[in-house]
Nanobody, 124 residues
Framework: QVQLVESGGGLVQAGGSLRLSCAASGRTFSSFAMGWFRQAPGKAREFVAGITWLIYYADSVKGRFTISRDNAKSTLYLQMNSLKPEDTAVYYC????????????????????WGQGTQVTVSS
């Protein structure tokens, strides 16, 4: 497994932007599939975006969010633009360090390491 620490959450008005970061340590970052998930109050955790040799998104954020990684810094990013109140959630980064099925893992069970989460609140 790998240690993951998210940062960058906060309170923003609808239409605004935030950039989340996830710093990884412990193993070779560049070899992992990485993902962002979120959990809103009273709801199940859901997939947001992932990056392997592919980049892929949930339909709800496509065109507004951008996932990227800097392997030299062992850091994953999520640029969030045009934020909506329904984007309010705790955002988690996750790493698949053991292996995963297919080219675009998006199930929680595909990922074995998780950060502690960072709160994103979008006001209307």
């Amino acid at each position: 497994q790998v240690q993951l620490v998210e940062s960058g959450g906060g309170l923003v008005q609808a239409g605004g932007s935030l950039r989340l970061s996830c710093a990884a340590s412990g193993r070779t970052f560049s070899s992992f599939a990485m993902g962002w998930f979120r959990q809103a109050p009273g709801k199940a955790r859901e997939f947001v975006a992932g990056i392997t040799w592919l980049i892929y998104y949930a339909d709800s954020v496509k065109g507004r969010f951008t996932i990227s990684r800097d392997n030299a810094k062992s850091t994953l990013y999520l640029q969030m633009n045009s934020l909506k109140p329904e984007d309010t959630a705790v955002y988690y980064c996750a790493a698949a360090t053991i292996g995963y099925a297919g080219n675009s893992p998006r199930s929680e069970t595909d990922f074995d390491s998780w950060g502690q989460g960072t709160q994103v609140t979008v006001s209307s």
